[in-house]
């Protein structure tokens, strides 16, 4: 038979998604005249037709008839006595236009490998199209449904079918999902792995948390309240920090809505995560104290050219201002971009002694007082205060490098 039935492949690429048909018959095409190239050397006077309803392909030759004895190119032409016989009304001067018997002239092997190269090229396009489609969409919120649960890695798909993956790097903490369950996440990133397309998708990304927002909160969206910047701790805390364009609109009170019902959904999706929204400003000492809530800062000082500030609050203040395992300071820090200290103003208050911890760098290892500076014990009494299981809840020490350090302190005491 002349024509070749693609009919099993074709039905494959027949309703290939979001392939437009002249992109598709253009492929086709073009897999088998590089065969009648490597068949002819040449597919300039070939056609090649393919019938997208039936899924089956045709090749038509073109060859100018000529006088016999009088053929110079067996490829682009044909004798007189050759073409009567094909038909006998041709004459000399006129185009012969013949169909190839595709099965007899290149043989099943090359068939074959053609529906191969039509299959792989078919997959290209669609992989390039995915690429595409979701390099468009990084940033943007995405539903995708649980397909497969492992260790390290969620498999969801979205609604055409397509994988996409949600690392647990890129789950919050106390994420749990089933099979089935539907999960809103953030376009991260597509990379390639093997040839293949990978959407991987994030729940922890501050995108994620400016996309929520932005689907709440009206004024965000229509681009009266800009977020100036996010920074997270995903499950444990957030700060926000958004900006009015219109006087009339007061941002903070916008995003979280009357009676907090704004922000409710969103604390929902973000597994009770505790979202601060402060107002952004430019006066730096301003940004650290709302930077800080819900801590009360008595004073600081702030040298911008190192980029620290040294900030003072009332003991009770201290461990707001630190929070649990102190992210309320180190999510503070990142917002402003300085390196916060947090001191105990005892200011007002009938002074004690007590011993500032640098004193005690030859007993104590450096790294250790930065620890316990960073919870804003900045003196002995500091650490003595506090027992030793919130100092082992909230800095990195180990049980018995607390006990030493507090031994150390005592004697300072005792030896008083």
Same mark, same amino acid.
Request: charged letters at 35%; a negative charge; proline letters at 2%.
């Given at each position: 038979?002349?024509?070749? !039935?693609?009919?099993?492949?074709? @039905?494959?690429?027949?309703?290939?998604?979001?392939?437009?048909?002249?992109?598709?018959?253009?492929?086709?095409?073009?897999?088998? %005249?590089?065969? =009648?190239?490597?068949? &002819?050397?040449?597919?300039? !006077?070939? #056609?090649?037709?393919? !019938?997208?309803?039936?899924? #089956?392909?045709?090749?038509?030759?073109? *060859?100018?008839?000529?006088?016999?004895?009088?053929?110079? !190119?067996?490829?682009?032409?044909?004798?007189?006595?050759?073409?009567? %016989?094909?038909?006998?009304?041709?004459?000399?001067?006129?185009?012969?236009?013949?169909?190839?018997? +595709? @099965?007899?002239?290149?043989?099943?092997?090359?068939?074959?490998?053609?529906?191969?190269?039509?299959?792989?090229?078919?997959?290209?396009?669609?992989?390039? =199209?995915?690429?595409?489609? &979701?390099?468009? *969409? +990084?940033?943007?919120? /995405?539903?995708?449904?649980?397909?497969? /649960?492992?260790?390290?890695?969620?498999?969801?798909?979205?609604?055409?079918?397509?994988?996409?993956?949600?690392?647990?790097?890129?789950?919050?903490?106390? #994420?749990?999902?089933?099979?089935?369950?539907?999960? *809103?996440?953030?376009?991260? %990133?597509?990379?390639?792995?093997?040839? @293949?397309?990978?959407?991987?998708?994030?729940?922890?990304?501050?995108?994620?948390?400016?996309?929520?927002?932005?689907?709440?909160?009206?004024? +965000?969206?229509?681009?009266?309240? /800009?977020?100036?910047? =996010?920074? *997270?701790?995903?499950?444990?805390?957030? %700060?926000?920090?958004?900006?009015?364009?219109?006087?009339r609109i007061d941002p903070v009170g916008a995003c979280v809505g009357m009676k907090g019902s704004r922000i409710h959904g969103i604390v929902r999706e973000l597994k009770n995560e505790n979202i601060d929204v402060i107002n952004w400003t430019n006066n730096i000492q301003l940004l650290i104290q709302r930077s800080l809530t819900p801590a009360k800062i008595t004073s600081m000082d702030v040298d911008m050219e190192t980029k620290h500030a040294n900030v003072y609050l009332k003991p009770d203040q201290v461990s707001l201002a630190i929070g649990r395992r102190g992210v309320n300071i180190k999510l503070a820090c990142e917002l402003t971009g300085l390196e916060i200290d947090v001191f105990r103003d005892n200011e007002g208050e009938v002074e004690e002694y007590d011993v500032d911890l640098e004193e005690f760098t030859d007993e104590l290892e450096t790294w250790v007082i930065d620890e316990l500076k960073k919870i804003g014990c900045d003196t002995a009494k500091s650490v003595l205060d506090l027992s030793d299981e919130e100092l082992e809840r909230r800095t990195d020490l180990e049980k018995e490098t607390i006990a030493e350090v507090k031994k150390v302190l005592k004697e300072e005491f005792s030896s008083e």
């Open positions: 038979m002349a024509s070749i !039935n693609l009919i099993e492949s074709f @039905q494959e690429f027949k309703d290939a998604e979001n392939i437009d048909r002249p992109t598709l018959m253009k492929v086709m095409e073009d897999v088998f %005249k590089t065969l =009648i190239r490597k068949k &002819y050397g040449s597919d300039d !006077n070939f #056609d090649v037709i393919v !019938n997208d309803q039936k899924g #089956d392909l045709e090749i038509f030759r073109r *060859r100018t008839i000529v006088d016999d004895d009088d053929l110079y !190119n067996t490829l682009t032409e044909i004798e007189y006595k050759d073409a009567i %016989k094909i038909e006998p009304d041709y004459q000399v001067g006129e185009e012969l236009y013949e169909e190839v018997d +595709i @099965q007899k002239e290149f043989g099943r092997r090359a068939i074959l490998a053609g529906k191969q190269t039509l299959a792989s090229r078919i997959n290209d396009i669609k992989k390039n =199209i995915l690429i595409k489609k &979701y390099e468009d *969409r +990084i940033g943007e919120i /995405v539903n995708g449904e649980v397909y497969q /649960v492992w260790k390290k890695e969620i498999l969801l798909l979205d609604e055409e079918g397509n994988e996409m993956l949600l690392p647990k790097s890129e789950q919050i903490p106390s #994420d749990y999902f089933k099979k089935g369950e539907t999960i *809103r996440a953030v376009v991260k %990133k597509v990379e390639l792995k093997n040839s @293949q397309a990978v959407i991987i998708v994030s729940r922890t990304d501050t995108s994620f948390l400016a996309k929520l927002l932005e689907i709440e909160v009206p004024e +965000i969206f229509d681009g009266l309240i /800009v977020i100036r910047k =996010i920074v *997270r701790d995903p499950g444990e805390r957030a %700060k926000v920090a958004v900006e009015s364009f219109d006087d």
